[in-house]
C-alpha cells in the first residue's frame, strides 16, 4: 500500500500510478454529474476523493498553528490552516493552558484542540474496545451474529495471548427457526421519516413499537480478527433504535459509565457558556429548563455511541434530533487517526465549515442552531496516528501493540448525549415502561 505521503507528491510512481487507474474509472462516468449537488455535498464529495488527494488549504486545522502538535502535523503529510476559517479564541479561565475556539456563523459550536491528555486517550481507546463493545452495550454486529459473551476485542486479546486458535462467530440467523416473524428477507429498506422529537410530541413517539432488525440471511461464519474492522458503533446509555431513528426506552437503561461522563462533564464544565452563548440567549429553540446558565448543574449525559471508523468509512450528512433535550451540549471525542468533519447548518445547502479533528480534540455541539445542524465525517486521513500510541506503551499494558496495530487503521469517536433532563424518569411518567439498570 503507497502511503499517503507517497500519494500526494505527483512525482512519485505511486502517485503516477493512482492517476492512471483514476483516469480509468472516470472514463465513463457521464459529465456534469456535480450540477445538483448541495454545497454539503460538493464538500462531502471534494474530501472523500481518494485521487487526487483533497486539497485541505480550506480545512480548519488548530494543530497547524501549535508548536506542541508540530510531530502530529507530520503524520500523512495532511496539513490544514489555522486561519482557513472565521474563528475565536474564548477564555477558558485561571487553570488551564487548553484554548477554547468558537465560530461566528455556528452558534454553539466548540471546539478544544488537544483537550484529552495522551494518557488519557489511550486509556477511552481501551475503554472503547474491551469495556464497552460488548454486552449489554449493542454493536452493529450484534444484529447478524452471536458475539462473545465479552465482546470481540477480549476474545481475540485471549487468542493472541494463549496462542489459541481464534473463536469462529456464528451468524445469528443460523440459530433462528425459520419463522417469518423471525427472519425477514427484507427488500429495499423503507425511508425513515427523522421527526425532531421535542418535549411535545416525544411520548407518542417514543412508545411506537419498535421491532429488530432482521438478521442478514447471507453472513458466514466468521474469524474473531476478520470481524473487529467490521466494528463501527458500539450504544452508550438509552438503547437508540436505527429503523426508527428514536431511543427505545422499552428496553431499559444502562447507566453511561462514569470514565465517560466524568470526562464529558469535566468539560462542559470548563466552557465559559456566557462567553457562547451570551448573544444567542434570545433565539428561538431556547427553552427555561434546558437554559445554558444552568448547564453546570443540569448537564447529565445518558446516552450516545462510539464510532469506529476505518480509513474508508465515512458518516454522511446528518442531524442528531432525537434527543428531548434539543439543545443540551453534545461532547465528541476524537481517537486515533485524523478526519475531516464538516459542520454545516439547518439545511444542506449552507456550505459547511471542514475543521481537522485530530487525536484528543473535543467537539462541543449545544444550542439550539448548532443541535439542529448538518454535520458529517467524509473523510478519514491516512497514516495520522499520533506517535503517543507507539508500542512503548507496552509497559502501561501488555496488549498495547495489539491497540496499536488496530488503531494505525481508526478513529474512534465518543459521542454522547442528554435525552432527558437531569432527574427525568421516564417509567413514572409513561406508562408500560420501566428502568431495568443492566450496569
Ligand atoms: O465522528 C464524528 O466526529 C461525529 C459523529 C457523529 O456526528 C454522530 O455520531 O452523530
Ligand atoms: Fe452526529
Known amino acids: 500500500m503507497p502511503s499517503a505521503v507517497e500519494l500526494q507528491d505527483p512525482g512519485s510512481t505511486a502517485y503516477k500510478k493512482a492517476k492512471r487507474k483514476h ?18 455535498r460538493a464538500a462531502e464529495k471534494k474530501y472523500k476523493a481518494r485521487f487526487p488527494p483533497p486539497d485541505l488549504s480550506a480545512v480548519f486545522d488548530l494543530a497547524a498553528s501549535d508548536p506542541t502538535r508540530v510531530e502530529e502535523i507530520k503524520c500523512g503529510g ?35 484542540p488537544s483537550f484529552v491528555s495522551p494518557q488519557e486517550q489511550r486509556r477511552l481507546v481501551q475503554w472503547s474496545l ?16 452471536i458475539l462473545p459473551h465479552d465482546g470481540l476485542w477480549n476474545s481475540f486479546l485471549r487468542s ?55 438478521p442478514s440471511l447471507t453472513v458466514k461464519p466468521t474469524l474473531v480478527s476478520a470481524l473487529i ?31 465517560i461522563s466524568n470526562v464529558c462533564k469535566k468539560t462542559v464544565s470548563t466552557v465559559p457558556w456566557a462567553e457562547v452563548h451570551g448573544n444567542t440567549q434570545n433565539a428561538d429553540g431556547w427553552s427555561d429548563d434546558e437554559h445554558w446558565s444552568t448547564w453546570n448543574d443540569s448537564y447529565e449525559p445518558d ?26 451540549p453534545l461532547v465528541s471525542i476524537s481517537l486515533g487517526c485524523a478526519a475531516v468533519f464538516l459542520m454545516g447548518g439547518l439545511t444542506r445547502d449552507v456550505e459547511p465549515i471542514p475543521i481537522l479533528l485530530r487525536s484528543g480534540d473535543v467537539v462541543i455541539m449545544s444550542g439550539p442552531q448548532c443541535r ?22 507496552i509497559q502501561e499494558d501488555k496488549d498495547w501493540p ?34 431495568t439498570n443492566r450496569s
Request: some cysteine; overall charge neutral.
Open 229 to 259: 474492522p467490521k466494528l463501527r458503533w458500539a450504544n452508550i446509555g438509552w438503547y437508540y433504535h436505527w429503523g426508527t431513528k428514536q431511543y427505545d426506552f422499552s428496553r431499559g437503561k444502562i447507566d453511561v459509565d462514569p470514565v
Open 402 to 435: 495489539l491497540y496499536e496495530e488496530y488503531m494505525r487503521t481508526t478513529r474512534i469517536n465518543i459521542n454522547v448525549r442528554q435525552v432527558f433532563p437531569k432527574g427525568f424518569k421516564p417509567e413514572l411518567d409513561l406508562p408500560g415502561l420501566h428502568d
Open 78 to 112: 495532511w496539513k490544514g490552516r489555522a486561519d482557513a476559517v472565521d474563528h475565536r479564541e474564548i477564555d477558558l479561565g485561571e487553570g488551564t493552558s487548553k484554548k477554547a475556539y468558537i465560530f461566528p456563523s455556528v452558534p454553539g459550536l466548540v471546539l478544544l
Open 160 to 214: 493472541r495471548n494463549e496462542g489459541s486458535p481464534e473463536e469462529q462467530i456464528q451468524p445469528r440467523a443460523s440459530v433462528l427457526d425459520s419463522s417469518p416473524q423471525l427472519i425477514q428477507d427484507s427488500g429495499p429498506r423503507p425511508l425513515i421519516s427523522n421527526v425532531p422529537v421535542s418535549k411535545s410530541n416525544f411520548i407518542p413517539l417514543i412508545t411506537t413499537p419498535k421491532l429488530p432488525a432482521p
Open 130 to 145: 474491551k469495556d464497552h463493545a460488548r454486552h449489554p452495550n449493542e454493536t452493529n454486529l450484534d444484529t447478524h451474529y
Open 23 to 40: 483516469l480509468k474509472t472516470i472514463r465513463n462516468r457521464p459529465e456534469h454529474v456535480d450540477a445538483d449537488w448541495t454545497p454539503f
Open 372 to 393: 439542529r445542524a448538518y454535520h458529517g465525517v467524509p473523510r478519514i486521513l491516512e497514516d495520522t496516528l499520533p506517535a503517543l500510541f507507539g508500542s512503548t506503551r
Open 303 to 328: 446516552a450516545g455511541i462510539v464510532n469506529f471508523y476505518q480509513t474508508k468509512d465515512t458518516l454522511m450528512a446528518h442531524v442528531d434530533r432525537s434527543e428531548v433535550c434539543a439543545t443540551s
